[in-house]
Structure formats: structure tokens, C-alpha cells
């Protein structure tokens, strides 16, 4: 049930005369740009989310040792 060559050929020369090739160029741009658009968007993303876990953990760790700290600071005060 493949397309032979000439059936190919047919249909793009039916979208050529349908769309013309100004306008078929302009779409491949316009979908060229779409997909670029959307693979940087996923790699910004990405670097987000490696990014945010690494900046909560350190967050969570200087939270451990304020907390730390002053409560040792309160302990001294009574003292």
C-alpha cells in the first residue's frame, strides 16, 4: 500500500498549485521556526529543573544550619 514515485509527484504538484510556492516556503519557515521555539523552550526547561532542585537542596541545607545556629544563640542568651 506504498506510494509509488509518480502518485508522490502528483500531490505535490496539486498542493503547489493549490497553496503556490511563496506561500508553501512561508510555511515551512513558519513551522521551521515553531519547532525551534519549541525544542529551546524544553532545554530552558530542563536547565530549570536541574537548576531548582540543586538551588532547594542548598536552600534546605542553609535553612538546617540557621535554624541550628540559632538555636545555640538562644541557649548562650540563657545562660
Do not use: C, P, Y
Amino acid at each position: 500500500m506504498g506510494f509509488s514515485i509518480w502518485q508522490l509527484v502528483i500531490i505535490l504538484l496539486i498542493v503547489l498549485l493549490l497553496f503556490g510556492a511563496k506561500r508553501l516556503r512561508n510555511i515551512g519557515s513558519d513551522l521551521g521556526t515553531a519547532v525551534k521555539g519549541f525544542k529551546s523552550a524544553i532545554k530552558e526547561e530542563e536547565s530549570k529543573t536541574d537548576t531548582g532542585s540543586e538551588t532547594e537542596q542548598l536552600e534546605k541545607r542553609e535553612g538546617e544550619v540557621i535554624e541550628g545556629e540559632a538555636s545555640k544563640i538562644k541557649e548562650e542568651d540563657k545562660h
